[in-house]
């Protein structure tokens, strides 16, 4: 119902950051679950991150001390905050409504020497 947008991709040098942006057409506070997934090249999505509208945030374990995941109820917008990025962190980045998954064009994070 409310379409969720990703942006703020780019290239980084490892142990460098980057900060991902999901606008929200709407109200980010009605999507109960804003899910960050990433896909690299050849591999399978894998979840990332999660926002819940109660405040509770989850994190795979791969990216656990080195990703926030944060909203910006007054811009709609949920960012993912990624630290230290390692080589293996490559991927197209997905943001998705946890309840009612869609997959957009994703944004292209690259961590590159």
């Known amino acids: 119902q409310v379409q969720l947008v990703e942006s703020g991709g780019g290239l980084v040098q490892p142990g460098g950051s980057l900060r991902l942006s999901c606008a929200a057409s709407g109200s980010i506070f009605i999507v109960f679950s804003v899910d960050w997934y990433r896909q690299a090249p050849g591999k399978q999505r894998e979840f990332v991150a999660r926002?819940?509208?109660?405040?509770?945030?989850n994190y795979a374990e791969s990216v656990k001390g080195r990703f926030t995941v944060s909203r910006d109820n007054a811009k709609n917008t949920v960012y993912l905050q990624m630290n230290s990025l390692k080589l293996e962190d490559t991927a197209v980045y997905y943001c998705?409504?946890?309840?009612?998954?869609?997959w957009g064009p994703g944004t292209q994070g690259t961590v590159s020497t």
């Open positions: 998705t409504d946890g309840l009612r998954p869609s």
């Open positions: 926002s819940l509208r109660t405040g509770t945030t």
